[in-house]
């Protein structure tokens, strides 16, 4: 259920930043997103909280000394243009405060998703990018610990890639992080599984820990296979190049083999710093030209010297001669094929054990589980892109509620209309259903202050709320309707018994 549960939003800290949304939470703090009325204009911020939850004034002390001291840091790394800038921080009511820009865009994890598997000429620039900043970050002394597809965005008007969630401050003032001198110590290993090499895991990271993490995000764009899948020799080195297309003799073997280096299982045998990779980096630009982003050809070797104007001129002419025939023979197919009947889409199972539930989902919908994270429990199947333009996935939502206390099904009703009804306009009202097999409810409803639809569907059972909702572009909402009750129809929930 999407509905607003923080009483933080409207507060005004400092006596500026005004809390708007509640973007994530979890057990160390919260995301905010804010906006600065001291400004001349309204400018949009991110604002992290977190909560250490000290028990006497030698911990806060200690706490809000080590708290200035990473902020100090990350600051000084803000400085670089693709890393979020850190415009204040602060402690209040023993809560500390980053105030940190805005990057509106859309993260790696979603573009990979959305292509499935990126091309040598996609994935060239996005690496370079990483590459950049992370050796304006280790120059600086500093290791993120945690280069992932989702803490790289890219940004929506420059489309730069841009590096973020630099985690060591919400570890550095961690009650258990600190000894009973006021000293630093370290309990928590920070990273993500499938882009940890083994150093880091023991709780030793190095520069080239991080450059592990970065060679694997590009296995992960050029495969499409999750790095948790990728199996490992015997020396913990990826064995990755066979999920690469049916093509992939096409591939620069100089890529490849950085990209190989990147990832050695041994932080020895990898490379140890950003420059040396930018040093063998800069041989790719000798064979590789690099398309622009608004160009949509296929990638080429660079032209000897010994071609000529005239040779170059028939090429250009050729390839828009052979564009305009595929464009013409693909107009005369399509126009047959549309007499023909258009098949219907596969739909695949998708099982969580643990979590006791089955659905059926249309093929080509991608799956995003969100068990772990600070969010609601449950997973997501999202429609592919339509188009570069298209900046949002519709989507069905499965999510897992626990109730603080038992509720029957006609009491949680009351609750989440009401909560809905405060950011919603109602379209139909709810109503009883039937819903996974046992007595539940549908309600349609449309946000105030947003362009989203939304179909809901719950019920209640063992002390959880088991929720289903389909979300869309006002817009597109009857467009993926269909599909979208077909796949709440399919669900099934093992732990809702009489």
């Not at 994935?123 to 945690?146: A, E, G, M, S, T």
Request: hydrophobic residues 35%; proline residues 4%.
């Amino acid at each position: 259920m999407e509905t607003n549960r923080d009483n933080l939003i409207g507060t005004i800290l400092k006596g500026k930043y005004r809390i708007d949304e509640l973007l994530a939470e979890g057990g160390q703090g919260k995301i905010y997103y804010a906006t600065d009325l001291s400004a001349g204009i309204d400018r949009q911020y991110i604002v992290k909280q977190f909560t250490p939850n000290y028990d006497n004034d030698f911990l806060l002390n200690v706490g809000t000394r080590f708290f200035n001291q990473e902020s100090e840091i990350l600051q000084k790394l803000g400085r670089h243009s693709q890393i979020p800038q850190i415009f204040d921080h602060f402690e209040a009511d023993k809560k500390f405060y980053l105030v940190q820009e805005f990057i509106e865009g859309n993260n790696l994890e979603t573009e990979f998703a959305s292509k499935k598997q990126l091309t040598e000429m996609e994935l060239f620039p996005i690496l370079k990018d990483i590459l950049d900043v992370l050796n304006f970050v280790h120059q600086n002394n500093y290791i993120h610990r945690d280069i992932k597809p989702s803490n790289l965005i890219r940004n929506k008007y420059d489309q730069k890639i841009y590096l973020i969630d630099f985690g060591a401050v919400k570890e550095k003032i961690k009650r258990e992080n600190i000894g009973n001198q006021g000293e630093s110590k370290s309990t928590v290993v920070i990273g993500t599984e499938g882009y940890m090499p083994n150093e880091q895991k023991l709780s030793r990271p190095k520069f080239c820990s991080d450059i592990y993490a970065a060679g694997m995000v590009a296995i992960n764009a050029l495969t499409g296979v999750d790095p948790q899948q990728i199996f490992k020799d015997e020396k913990f080195n990826p064995i990755w190049q066979h999920h690469l297309p049916a093509d992939s003799k096409k591939y620069n073997p100089n890529l490849l083999r950085i990209i190989d280096k990147m990832v050695r299982g041994s932080c020895q045998e990898r490379y140890q710093s950003v420059t040396e990779i930018l040093g063998d980096w800069q041989k790719l630009n000798d064979t590789i030209v690099i398309k622009s982003p608004m160009e949509d050809i296929s990638p080429t070797l660079k032209n000897s010297e010994n071609n000529t104007a005239e040779e170059n001129n028939k090429k250009s002419w050729l390839t828009w001669l052979v564009w305009g025939i595929g464009t013409i023979v693909g107009t005369i197919v399509l126009g047959i094929a549309g007499f023909s009947l258009i098949p219907q889409e596969k739909y695949i199972a998708y099982e969580n054990k643990e979590h006791k539930i089955k659905i059926e989902r249309p093929e080509s919908w991608q799956v995003r589980e969100d068990w772990n994270t600070f969010q609601e429990k449950g997973v997501k199947f999202l429609t592919p892109l339509e188009n570069n333009q298209d900046e949002y996935q519709e989507r069905v939502a499965v999510s897992i509620e626990e109730l603080s206390t038992p509720l029957s099904l006609a009491e949680y009703n009351a609750q989440a209309t009401n909560q809905i009804a405060t950011y919603n306009t109602i379209i139909e009202p709810a109503t009883p259903t039937t819903f996974a097999n046992k007595e539940g409810t549908k309600i349609i409803y449309q946000e105030k202050e947003g362009n989203k639809k939304r179909l809901e569907y719950w019920t209640v059972k063992n002390q959880k709320a088991y929720i289903a909702t389909y979300s869309a572009e006002v817009d597109k909402f009857d467009k993926y309707l269909k599909k979208a009750e077909e796949t709440i129809a399919s669900l099934m929930i093992n732990d809702v018994t009489e």
